[in-house]
């Protein structure tokens, strides 16, 4: 999965956490030193136990360490490190400053109301330390409840960004997933498309020539005496053999899952997607004339819709039809399931799960044809594509 665009925002916010960390942790200990505290070594010692369990858990994280997989494993740092932190308040006023960066520590780490409920009492007992150190002011109360309700709400927008990235990464892959179905399955209805004009060229043109042939020296053999009648009759089986192989021909130029028309393609399918799903699906298709563009077309189209169907829909009940509609070849598929807001999926077509119904339109107005989808939550869901036929339309 390529990165998020918003990546370099999450590493910078990382970095920044880390350096914020590191310089509040150094200060407490410098400071201890600078005043001549009677506990700056004390500080020292508590202040680099601090600073290695937190870079410890950063470079586990950072390198995806399976140690760090386990939940119990991560709160258990977490509590290590709150641990540190309160001893080394306890021991000077300037450690209490390290709670804002530990605030956004436990909401990204901790889960659900965890987080919140750590928050709730390292607060506290910054207060209750910064009180008992410098005495209980109205700064020393409301210092650390605002730092405490800018953290929750830095938190929350984080962690609403990072499920925006994520979003975003998924409707990215989705995408560039369904960009490389189109083009294979453009690739490939070309190359059908191809295969099938050659079919019919040379069933009209060779075949047909070489039937006539066949015919005129039949014909000719009966007024021909001998020895010319013979090489009459050699020349007939040579053209016979010819029609042959060239009926062969057009046979292989014929795609294989159309070689018995688009009707018995569809019941394949629908008979693969029961057994592949479990979920029954009914097949009712007329036997149509179609050019072989439009069979692969509503072939892929019915391949789509059905892959929708059993994987979105938890239908219990699929059906397939395949019609005619005046000049237009009519295809529907319907499922019982637990449909979805048609006119919301319409007015953001790029959204993440609708880009099969992206697909099967785009392929419709290709062929100038007509997409209608029928849908609302716990109705089911009616798609039906229209396609107009040809006049010269025909298989090989």
Request: hydrophobic fraction near 50%; include cysteine.
């Amino acid at each position: 999965m390529p990165p998020t665009t918003l990546a370099p925002v999450f590493t910078g916010l990382r970095y920044g956490l880390h350096a914020l960390i590191l310089g509040l942790a150094g200060f407490a200990v410098v400071r201890a030193f600078l005043v001549s505290s009677s506990v700056a070594v004390w500080t020292l010692i508590v202040g680099i136990a601090f600073v290695a369990v937190y870079l410890a858990g950063a470079w586990a994280a950072r390198v995806r360490s399976a140690v760090l997989a386990r939940r119990g494993v991560v709160v258990g740092w977490v509590i290590v490190l709150t641990l540190l932190w309160a001893v080394l308040t306890g021991l000077g006023p300037e450690g209490a400053y390290l709670v804002f960066p530990l605030f956004f520590l436990y909401l990204n780490v901790l889960p659900g109301a965890g987080g919140y409920a750590a928050i709730v009492v390292t607060t506290v007992y910054a207060i209750v330390a910064l009180g008992l150190h410098l005495g209980f002011s109205v700064g020393g109360v409301v210092g650390p409840l605002i730092g405490a309700g800018v953290a929750l709400l830095i938190g929350l927008a984080y962690r609403a960004l990072l499920r925006e990235a994520d979003m975003r990464e998924q409707l990215l892959a989705e995408l560039i997933r369904t960009r490389r179905q189109l083009a294979d399955t453009e690739r490939e209805q070309g190359a059908l498309t191809e295969r099938a004009r050659l079919a019919r060229e040379i069933h009209d043109t060779v075949a047909q020539g070489l039937s006539s042939i066949q015919m005129l020296l039949r014909a000719a053999e009966r007024d021909v005496p001998e020895p010319g009648a013979g090489y009459l009759r050699l020349a007939c089986e040579t053209a016979a053999e010819s029609l042959a192989d060239t009926r062969q021909i057009i046979g292989e130029l014929t795609p294989t899952r159309l070689d018995d028309g688009l009707a018995a393609a569809l019941r394949r399918l629908g008979c693969e997607q029961s057994q592949r799903a479990a979920v029954p699906v009914e097949v009712a298709a007329d036997d149509l004339d179609l050019p072989m563009g439009t069979q692969t077309a509503l072939l892929r189209i019915a391949q789509g819709a059905l892959s929708n169907a059993v994987r979105h829909a938890d239908a219990t009940r699929i059906t397939v039809a395949l019609g005619r509609e005046g000049a237009a070849a009519t295809l529907s598929v319907r499922d019982d399931g637990c449909g979805f807001d048609a006119a919301a999926v319409a007015a953001h077509p790029h959204e993440a799960g609708s880009f099969g119904l992206q697909a099967i339109g785009e392929r419709v107005e290709q062929l100038d044809g007509t997409l209608t989808i029928d849908s609302a939550p716990g109705r089911g869901t009616a798609v039906t594509a229209r396609l107009p036929i040809a006049e010269s339309g025909g298989r090989a």
